[in-house]
């Protein structure tokens, strides 16, 4: 069985109850680190969900950038012929980092700390973030839920009426 | 497509491909300006300084609840240059749908057809076709003297027989019914796949 983590595919569903492990390992990421925020998101830069002071970013935002970032850096460890790729992404600001890696083939998390925590710590708490998510995700069989649930006729006729209205057409 | 029912949310990708210069910033800018602020997100825009596209353009839309779930639209556009061929390749990595911004004028066929070619190639190499994958097209630019007539346009651009919207980007004029048009095409990919 292919999994979650590592499956190439166009679609994801991801159940409640994976959700809140990965909410559970995001809150102690945090704590552990005492670190502002983290973000798990997925490659294609859709934001899955976060822990910690949230009106610190935007949250699309922050995740659409996060993956065109580690996809061109990605590129760039293969430019310079290192073929697994870099392990994660640091930046340094004057209040705060930002820690970014790869969780699998499809999802990244992202943390933003004060500068006061060291890198260091952040890391070896993220590696083993990165480890156990990578285990949940792995186990995650596949969401009881089904997309035919709600996307049928009656989805795209509601949501032509809603795009209306919010259009103004 | 990412369901994520935790958060009842569902987002879907849709993309703006086209040559350089074609409009498919002033497409996004259009709809940011238009839409209530509470229903999208900040316009993230990642430019040269002279104001190219560099990576991407990044805009999202929320729309009401439907049956439960909240529909999340991610609009991304491609640099359109053609040295920005890695960039265009990660962008369209788990899209859902594509508007393909065309320029109207005749002295930009071969650009258009260049760019149409590329967008072929790169979604063949994530295992789709022009052909079985939702997509728009918008003829831009129709307020510009030397226009090509759409019958034209669409002899050389329009083999599959997708919808067509032409616009002036510019004025806002077709923005909204393109993006309309490319969501409905997604959803009902959706429904087919399902």
């Known amino acids: 069985m292919l999994q979650l983590a590592e499956k190439s595919t166009e679609q994801f569903m991801l159940s409640t109850e994976t ?24 490659s294609n830069g859709n934001p899955i969900t976060h822990h910690g002071k949230q009106h610190v970013v935007n949250l699309s935002g922050l995740s659409a950038l996060a993956a065109g970032n580690f996809a061109a850096t990605s590129e760039m460890a293969r430019v310079v012929g290192e073929k697994e790729g870099f392990k994660f992404i640091f930046q340094e600001g004057e209040r705060r980092n930002l820690f970014l890696c790869n969780v699998g083939f499809n999802f990244l998390l992202a943390v933003i700390f004060d500068k006061m925590v060291a890198l260091g710590l952040v890391r070896i708490f993220a590696n083993k973030a990165v480890e156990s998510l990578k285990q949940v995700l792995d186990k995650a069989a596949k969401a009881e839920e089904k997309a035919s649930d709600f996307i049928d006729s009656e989805f795209g006729l509601l949501l032509g009426k809603e795009l209306d209205k919010s259009f103004n057409l | 497509m990412f369901v994520n029912w935790a958060l009842q949310e569902v987002n879907l990708k849709i993309v703006y491909y086209g040559p350089g210069l ?5 497409n996004l800018e259009y709809i940011y300006h238009k839409l209530d602020p509470s ?18 353009d990044f805009l999202q839309l929320e729309v009401g609840r439907i049956k439960g779930m909240k529909p999340k639209f991610n609009l991304y556009t491609i640099p ?5 061929a890695y960039s265009r390749r990660i962008i369209l990595r788990g899209v859902d749908g594509i508007v393909f911004v065309a320029d109207s004028q005749a002295d930009r066929m071969t650009e258009n057809l260049d760019s149409l070619m590329d967008l072929e190639q790169n979604l063949i190499d994530n295992g789709f076709t022009l052909q079985n994958f939702p997509w728009v097209l918008q ?16 002899a050389r651009l329009n083999f599959h027989g997708v919808p067509v919207i032409e616009a002036v980007a510019s004025r806002g004029i077709g923005v909204l019914e393109t993006l309309k048009t490319a969501i409905h095409g997604v959803v009902g990919k959706v429904q087919k796949v399902i």
Do not use: H, M
């Not at chain 1, 809140?20 to 798990?40: C, H, K, Q, Y």
């Not at chain 2, 074609?22 to 002033?26: F, L, N, Q």
């Not at chain 2, 359109?80 to 920005?84: D, E, H, K, L, S």
């Open chain 2, 80 to 84: 359109g240059q053609v040295y920005y």
């Open chain 2, 39 to 56: 229903l999208r997100g900040d316009l993230i825009t990642l430019k040269t300084r002279e104001e190219r596209t560099l990576y991407f």
């Open chain 2, 139 to 154: 003829y831009n630019k129709r307020d510009l003297p030397r226009v090509l007539p759409v019958s034209e346009l669409n």
């Open chain 2, 22 to 26: 074609g409009g498919k910033t002033t």
């Open chain 1, 19 to 42: 959700f809140n492990l990965v909410n559970e390992i995001l809150r102690e990421l945090v704590t552990s680190t005492r670190s502002d925020f983290a973000l798990f998101c997925d």
